[in-house]
């Protein structure tokens, strides 16, 4: 069946390649058949508390609407995860665009936070000033899936491990197993939001210190969730548009980049036309990275930037999201 | 690479909702803990060198050495340069506690000649009370002390708030503000002449009521040398007001309104 079902994946991309928009497969299928592409949208819809941002609802209930859109399409991405979805208002995508399961990030009470903080001071009396950092949000982070969710674990960023005001925000790394029809092992799907750069209102030393040192907790935490036998995602806001952000990143995260594979392999994977190869290369704070298992092989086979559209002239978040479908291929299960 | 303008479509499974019907299912996530749980000790020790006034209200300076201790058990109890304490309520925003603390007098050798008829004024126990509040880099204490040793009998209030900048890397620096408010006998020992001291000293005669009596505008710089190392300095300027700022000992030709500290010292933290 996954036989077949790649065949006529492989026959659609080369109908594309040769201009045909046709031989689109059906929409749904029987239960136990794996889907050829799995779809994954990482977005940071912006939803700060109020009043830092305000007229925030209308831009979240768009949000809710077009996913449900697509659902209704049956082009819905499979996977969605969202950073920056602090608050109740956020509900609206959770209860509005019909995914059957949900995992959130940590609150802000959750996880252990350790004493320190990158601008403590030790000279002079130190017992009436809080020696961890305040954390008065969430991680901000929330986890939607089609597919079955299963042993989601997550682990906070430590008191020094941010830098200015990001340092509020109880940041956390999130991952889960997602289970998909005939797979013979769960897609683990890992999320995180990074500490930003300029908008944390810190020296760039520190930002990048504190950055570097988020990216070895996540290198940890992989250690510790995952193996080279299963397929892996990592899709999130890892602010890693400055170079060196970026390069430490992808020496420590043994992981290849979505896009650089997608551009890469040529024909076998498109971006969508209104998206241009830097913005989901390196000119993004959003990213996808992924590896494949030992028994399903993930191909990165189309890349967009989407939620462009305006609402009342305001875009509908200060990023777009950024979804990547990806080819599963079960080479060792052919006749199954 | 292929530009296209369509999704691919994909097959989705039919356990895929195709309309959003009935509640989401809620999964919690468990907490994956990474590192080892921190030990329930941790402080710093160091030692430097402070140019301080001689005595309170004193025009002249002396070079001590100076030397720093805390100690923290599990963020409650604390033992910080001489004041020893409990931290009774902590949240995110503010944190009080009691605390007693061993405050130095006025030692005979440190007064001019002319003046030492003043006498000394015998170290002291005080015990007190703190609350403080901190906003992000931002932190306000007030602490409340008063005389357990018989020595003053009085009491006082300082007050102080500060902002944390971060410099680089490496460097932090503090300014802050402090005010100090004293009561009649606490300022009387210190800056108050009582009919003895005047004859000994040729002072007016002086009685210190209850003031905000100092005012003192400072900074603390600190640079991590290493992990655990740190060079701290911090220097202050105290201007004295009220019954102290009016007392015929800061006015004398040995006294001084103006009070400026400095302190240089090294810091190991664990």
Same mark, same amino acid.
């Given at each position: 069946m996954i036989g077949t079902v790649m065949t006529q994946y492989k026959f659609y991309i080369l109908a594309l390649c040769a201009g045909f928009g046709l031989l689109a497969p059906s929409a749904h299928s029987a239960s136990d058949v794996t889907p050829s592409i799995l779809r994954v949208l990482t977005y940071n819809i912006n939803a700060l508390p109020s009043p830092v941002i305000r007229h925030k609802t209308a831009r979240l209930n768009r949000i809710a609407q077009i996913l449900r859109e697509r659902r209704e399409q049956g082009t819905q991405p499979d996977i969605v995860v969202l950073q920056e979805?602090?608050?109740?208002?956020?509900n609206v995508i959770i209860e509005q665009s019909g995914y059957k399961y949900v995992v959130r990030g940590p609150g802000r009470k959750s996880g252990r936070n350790p004493r320190g903080t990158s601008w403590g001071v030790e000279s002079g009396r130190s017992y009436a000033k809080r020696a961890k950092p305040q954390k008065f949000m969430g991680s901000g982070l929330i986890i939607l899936s089609d597919y079955k969710i299963t042993n989601p674990v997550f682990t906070t960023f430590n008191g020094k491990a941010c830098a200015g005001l990001d340092c509020l925000a109880n940041k956390a790394i999130v991952m889960t197993e997602i289970t998909i029809p005939g797979l013979d092992s769960p897609v683990k799907l890992v999320t995180s939001h990074f500490n930003s750069n300029r908008s944390a209102k810190a020296p760039g030393a520190v930002r990048l210190r504190a950055h570097q040192q988020q990216t070895d907790i996540l290198a940890k935490f992989l250690a510790r %969730? %995952?193996?080279?036998k299963t397929p892996l995602i990592l899709a999130g806001d890892f602010n890693t548009r400055l170079p060196a952000r970026y390069q430490y990143f992808r020496e420590e995260i043994n992981a290849l980049d979505a896009a650089e594979s997608c551009l890469k392999t040529g024909i076998s994977c498109a971006l969508d036309t209104q998206t241009t190869p830097s913005e989901v290369l390196y000119l993004t704070d959003d990213k996808q990275f992924y590896r494949s298992g030992s028994a399903t092989l993930l191909t990165p086979v189309y890349i967009e930037r989407n939620f462009r559209e305006l609402l009342d002239g305001r875009a509908l978040s200060d990023h777009t999201g950024y979804e990547v479908h990806y080819a599963l291929d079960t080479p060792g299960q052919g006749g199954k | 690479m292929l530009m296209i303008g369509m999704a691919l479509p994909a097959i989705a499974n039919a356990d895929v909702r195709s309309s959003p019907t009935g509640p989401p299912i809620y999964i919690k996530a468990t907490e994956l803990t990474l590192e080892d749980r921190g030990s329930n000790w941790h402080g710093r020790y160091g030692a430097g060198i402070a140019l301080v006034p001689e005595f309170a209200g004193s025009g002249g300076y002396a070079l001590d050495l100076d030397l720093d201790l805390k100690l923290f058990w599990k963020n409650t109890f604390f033992i910080e340069n001489g004041t020893m304490g409990v931290i009774a309520f902590n949240n995110r925003i503010w944190r009080a506690g009691m605390l007693v603390r061993g405050v130095q007098g006025r030692r005979v050798r440190n007064l001019p000649e002319p003046i030492k008829g003043l006498g000394k004024v015998d170290a002291r126990l005080d015990g007190g009370v703190f609350v403080g509040v901190s906003l992000y880099k931002t932190y306000l204490t007030g602490e409340f002390f008063t005389d357990l040793s018989g020595v003053t009998d009085g009491e006082t209030f300082n007050l102080e708030t500060g902002y944390t900048m971060e410099l680089s890397r490496k460097t932090r620096l503090v300014p802050y503000i402090r005010l100090k408010w004293g009561s009649g006998q606490h300022l009387q020992k210190f800056f108050g002449v009582n009919t003895a001291q005047s004859l000994a000293t040729g002072l007016t005669p002086y009685y210190a009521k209850m003031s905000l009596y100092e005012s003192i505008a400072g900074m603390v710089f600190e640079n991590d040398l290493g992990k655990n190392w740190r060079l701290g300095a911090s220097a202050h300027m105290g201007f004295l007001h009220g019954a102290a700022g009016n007392s015929p000992i800061t006015r004398s030709q040995y006294g001084s309104r103006g009070q400026f500290t400095a302190r240089i010292k090294l810091l190991k933290t664990f």
């Amino acid at each position: 069946m996954i036989g077949t079902v790649m065949t006529q994946y492989k026959f659609y991309i080369l109908a594309l390649c040769a201009g045909f928009g046709l031989l689109a497969p059906s929409a749904h299928s029987a239960s136990d058949v794996t889907p050829s592409i799995l779809r994954v949208l990482t977005y940071n819809i912006n939803a700060l508390p109020s009043p830092v941002i305000r007229h925030k609802t209308a831009r979240l209930n768009r949000i809710a609407q077009i996913l449900r859109e697509r659902r209704e399409q049956g082009t819905q991405p499979d996977i969605v995860v969202l950073q920056e979805a602090f608050g109740e208002r956020c509900n609206v995508i959770i209860e509005q665009s019909g995914y059957k399961y949900v995992v959130r990030g940590p609150g802000r009470k959750s996880g252990r936070n350790p004493r320190g903080t990158s601008w403590g001071v030790e000279s002079g009396r130190s017992y009436a000033k809080r020696a961890k950092p305040q954390k008065f949000m969430g991680s901000g982070l929330i986890i939607l899936s089609d597919y079955k969710i299963t042993n989601p674990v997550f682990t906070t960023f430590n008191g020094k491990a941010c830098a200015g005001l990001d340092c509020l925000a109880n940041k956390a790394i999130v991952m889960t197993e997602i289970t998909i029809p005939g797979l013979d092992s769960p897609v683990k799907l890992v999320t995180s939001h990074f500490n930003s750069n300029r908008s944390a209102k810190a020296p760039g030393a520190v930002r990048l210190r504190a950055h570097q040192q988020q990216t070895d907790i996540l290198a940890k935490f992989l250690a510790r %969730t %995952t193996s080279m036998k299963t397929p892996l995602i990592l899709a999130g806001d890892f602010n890693t548009r400055l170079p060196a952000r970026y390069q430490y990143f992808r020496e420590e995260i043994n992981a290849l980049d979505a896009a650089e594979s997608c551009l890469k392999t040529g024909i076998s994977c498109a971006l969508d036309t209104q998206t241009t190869p830097s913005e989901v290369l390196y000119l993004t704070d959003d990213k996808q990275f992924y590896r494949s298992g030992s028994a399903t092989l993930l191909t990165p086979v189309y890349i967009e930037r989407n939620f462009r559209e305006l609402l009342d002239g305001r875009a509908l978040s200060d990023h777009t999201g950024y979804e990547v479908h990806y080819a599963l291929d079960t080479p060792g299960q052919g006749g199954k | 690479m292929l530009m296209i303008g369509m999704a691919l479509p994909a097959i989705a499974n039919a356990d895929v909702r195709s309309s959003p019907t009935g509640p989401p299912i809620y999964i919690k996530a468990t907490e994956l803990t990474l590192e080892d749980r921190g030990s329930n000790w941790h402080g710093r020790y160091g030692a430097g060198i402070a140019l301080v006034p001689e005595f309170a209200g004193s025009g002249g300076y002396a070079l001590d050495l100076d030397l720093d201790l805390k100690l923290f058990w599990k963020n409650t109890f604390f033992i910080e340069n001489g004041t020893m304490g409990v931290i009774a309520f902590n949240n995110r925003i503010w944190r009080a506690g009691m605390l007693v603390r061993g405050v130095q007098g006025r030692r005979v050798r440190n007064l001019p000649e002319p003046i030492k008829g003043l006498g000394k004024v015998d170290a002291r126990l005080d015990g007190g009370v703190f609350v403080g509040v901190s906003l992000y880099k931002t932190y306000l204490t007030g602490e409340f002390f008063t005389d357990l040793s018989g020595v003053t009998d009085g009491e006082t209030f300082n007050l102080e708030t500060g902002y944390t900048m971060e410099l680089s890397r490496k460097t932090r620096l503090v300014p802050y503000i402090r005010l100090k408010w004293g009561s009649g006998q606490h300022l009387q020992k210190f800056f108050g002449v009582n009919t003895a001291q005047s004859l000994a000293t040729g002072l007016t005669p002086y009685y210190a009521k209850m003031s905000l009596y100092e005012s003192i505008a400072g900074m603390v710089f600190e640079n991590d040398l290493g992990k655990n190392w740190r060079l701290g300095a911090s220097a202050h300027m105290g201007f004295l007001h009220g019954a102290a700022g009016n007392s015929p000992i800061t006015r004398s030709q040995y006294g001084s309104r103006g009070q400026f500290t400095a302190r240089i010292k090294l810091l190991k933290t664990f």
